[in-house]
């Protein structure tokens, strides 16, 4: 007990500068030292009914790898971790852990809880550091098993799959593997070359991917059963945007959130030396309040554009990070809260003009739960702008599934099995994003875990 570490709040993590970090793409987040690191680990309790472990989605025993790290052995901290997560580095930077474990954690009753996703983060970099890698596969067994999409409910599925013996192909869309680890989130959040050195350690594996392959065009589901593989996991996300339905969407200086990110994080549109044509406005209009919201509001903020999160909730009401909104409020970013775009207006060649906004105020609670948002009545304006970047959501494309007649929910999503993650069509199973809609990464990552566990049964012991 003496070893315990009871200060209130986390040991910070070391960031780039507010005024330095909003001129480049660089990872904001610069990791824990060795020292920091068990700083922090020896705030934790070590629980006898730890909490913390019931609200991981993959089920990182985290008393025992905290413990570990606790002890500077930090070699058997990331044995634990990555026996539970194949994309430790993925998930520590970008998992909602205040939601999640984090939020569980009984030291944020009376402080900040443990820093569980730094911890997290600073051994699977240590052992990335250090040439340390875990993942070995058995030998072949003989079963070929086809995933359709390389995100991270793709990518964690593929790796369950490959170290117990299964041979295993990966189609993505794109010319590029991370779906959208590469395309989604900012290089200042999650580095492309930490997804880059992931997919490069599965390949290791005996993963195969075969890129720019859209699954319902080239080849359809059926049509890989009939190839070969026995079983086929369907994570190929959500990624079709969501737009309002208010005049002006046409005009020139409109994006979607996906677009415009994409743009940016794969096709390098930040890079002078890119060909990749993207509006470098002077006045950026981001809608919504979420994490994509963020990430598309800093990317404008630092490809020149003075960035406004527009949002018809409060502060309390947004579903972003609190460390995203915290960073984008110390990058400059305005918050124009409890307001609401009704219009786009354009100039004399239909290029982007101004957003015409109203007023809100929060009424009652609506199936949400959070209190619904009423125009206040006389409250229209204008906010002058060359740029807007829809930020509202996305849901599942049709398009993976093209060929079959597989169940879906109202929402379009492929339906699947809670418990096995099954579809309507034998040895196809669904999960992340394409089967939830858009939700987070880790949830992915476990609905991939799970996917795995229920395709090798259905391999080993189909008749």
């Known amino acids: 007990m003496s070893n315990i570490n009871m200060q209130a709040e986390k040991t910070p993590m070391p960031s780039q500068e507010p005024d330095v970090r909003r001129t480049n793409f660089k990872e904001v987040a610069l990791g824990y030292t060795e020292e920091q690191a068990i700083n922090e680990a020896r705030r934790c309790l070590n629980c006898k009914n730890p909490r913390c472990v019931t609200g991981c989605p993959v089920g990182i025993p985290i008393p025992d790898f905290i413990a570990k790290v606790a002890a500077g052995d930090f070699k058997a901290a990331f044995e634990i971790v990555s026996n539970a997560n194949a994309l430790p580095r993925i998930s520590g930077r970008v998992c909602p852990q205040e939601n999640q474990c984090e939020g569980k954690c009984v030291r944020g009753i009376k402080g900040e809880p443990v820093a569980i996703g730094r911890l997290e983060r600073f051994v699977s970099d240590w052992a990335a550091d250090h040439g340390i890698d875990t993942m070995k596969a058995a030998p072949k067994n003989g079963h070929k098993a086809a995933i359709i999409g390389s995100g991270p409910a793709g990518l964690t599925c593929a790796g369950e799959l490959a170290r117990?013996?299964?041979?295993?192909?990966?189609?993505?869309?794109?010319h590029k593997e991370g779906g959208v680890l590469v395309y989604g989130i900012p290089e200042f959040r999650l580095p492309k070359a930490i997804v880059a050195k992931e997919v490069e350690g599965l390949k290791e594996l005996g993963v195969e991917f075969r890129t720019d392959m859209v699954i319902g065009k080239v080849a359809t589901i059926p049509e890989l059963l009939k190839d070969g593989y026995e079983t086929v996991f369907i994570a190929s996300g959500a990624g079709l945007p969501m737009f309002m339905n208010i005049p002006g969407l046409?005009?020139?200086?409109?994006?979607?959130?996906?677009?415009?990110?994409?743009?940016?994080?794969?096709?390098?549109?930040?890079?002078?030396?890119?060909?990749?044509?993207?509006?470098?406005?002077?006045?950026?209009?981001?809608?919504?309040?979420?994490?994509?919201?963020?990430?598309?509001?800093?990317?404008?903020?630092?490809?020149?554009?003075?960035?406004?999160?527009v949002y018809r909730r409060g502060e309390k009401e947004l579903p972003a990070r609190r460390e995203e909104v915290e960073h984008a409020k110390e990058e400059g970013i305005i918050f124009d809260l409890l307001t609401n775009p009704v219009a786009i207006k354009g100039d004399d060649k239909g290029r982007v003009s101004a957003v015409t906004c109203v007023k809100m105020e929060l009424g009652e609670p609506d199936a949400s739960g959070r209190r619904r948002p009423v125009e206040i009545?006389?409250?229209?304006?204008?906010?002058?702008?060359?740029?807007?970047?829809?930020?509202?959501?996305?849901?599942?494309?049709?398009?993976?599934?093209?060929?079959?007649?597989?169940?879906?929910?109202?929402?379009?999503?492929?339906?699947?099995?809670?418990?096995?993650?099954?579809?309507?069509i034998p040895g196809v199973f669904a999960g992340g994003d394409a089967a939830t809609g858009a939700a987070t990464v880790i949830l992915a990552m476990g609905a991939g875990k799970k996917a795995a566990a229920s395709m090798a049964e259905y391999m080993l012991n189909k008749k």
Do not use: W
């Open 377 to 424: 009545k006389g409250s229209e304006f204008d906010i002058p702008c060359d740029l807007v970047i829809m930020a509202l959501g996305t849901r599942p494309n049709p398009m993976s599934t093209e060929g079959t007649v597989i169940a879906k929910t109202k929402k379009g999503c492929v339906q699947a099995d809670e418990d096995t993650l099954a579809t309507s």
């Open 250 to 309: 046409g005009h020139v200086g409109v994006y979607s959130a996906n677009e415009y990110l994409t743009r940016i994080n794969l096709m390098k549109a930040y890079d002078p030396n890119s060909e990749t044509p993207i509006l470098r406005g002077k006045k950026a209009v981001i809608v919504g309040g979420g994490n994509v919201a963020m990430d598309a509001a800093r990317c404008a903020r630092r490809m020149g554009s003075e960035s406004h999160i």
């Open 164 to 174: 117990k013996g299964f041979e295993v192909t990966v189609f993505e869309a794109f």
